[in-house]
C-alpha cells in the first residue's frame, strides 16, 4: 500500500514557475513509476509525465515538454514537478500516481493516486 500526498499547488501568473511535491508513505516507494496527472473542469483527466523507479529516464505529453521537468528522490520518498512558462490551459488539479510499468500513460496503468493540488494560472 503507498499513500500519496501533493502539496504546493497554488496561483501564478501566466509566464510564472511552480513546484508541485507529491509525498509517499512506505518503504517501496523506489519500485514504482511516478506520475503527474491534470484534470481540468468539465475534461477528463490527463497524463503529464512520468519517471522511472531509478529516475534515470522521464517521458512527457507534447502540451508540457521542454516546459515541465519531473524528478524524484527516493531518498525521501518524494517526487517533484517544476513547473516553467506556465499558461492558462495549465490550470487543473494535479495528481500523482504509483505505477509498475514505464512509460505509464493511461490512467488505469497506475494503482495509487494522491488527493490532488489545484494550479490556477489566470488568462
Known amino acids: 500500500q503507498v499513500q500519496l500526498v501533493e502539496s504546493g499547488g497554488g496561483l501564478v501568473q501566466a509566464g510564472g514557475s511552480l513546484r508541485v511535491s507529491c509525498a509517499a508513505s512506505?518503504?517501496?516507494?523506489?519500485?514504482?513509476?511516478m506520475g503527474w496527472f491534470r484534470q481540468a473542469p468539465g475534461k477528463e483527466r490527463e497524463f503529464v509525465t512520468a519517471?522511472?523507479?531509478?529516475?534515470?529516464?522521464?517521458y512527457y505529453a507534447d502540451s508540457v515538454k521542454g516546459r515541465f521537468t519531473i524528478s524524484r528522490d527516493n531518498a525521501k520518498n518524494t517526487v517533484y514537478l517544476q513547473m516553467n512558462n506556465l499558461k492558462p490551459e495549465d490550470t487543473a488539479v494535479y495528481y500523482c500516481?504509483?505505477?509498475?510499468?514505464?512509460?505509464?500513460?493511461?490512467?488505469?496503468?497506475?494503482?495509487?493516486w494522491g488527493q490532488g493540488t489545484q494550479v490556477t494560472v489566470p488568462s
Open positions: 500516481a504509483a505505477g509498475r510499468s514505464f512509460p505509464a500513460t493511461g490512467v488505469d496503468e497506475y494503482d495509487y
Open positions: 519517471i522511472s523507479r531509478s529516475g534515470t529516464s522521464a
Open positions: 512506505g518503504r517501496t516507494f523506489s519500485m514504482y513509476t
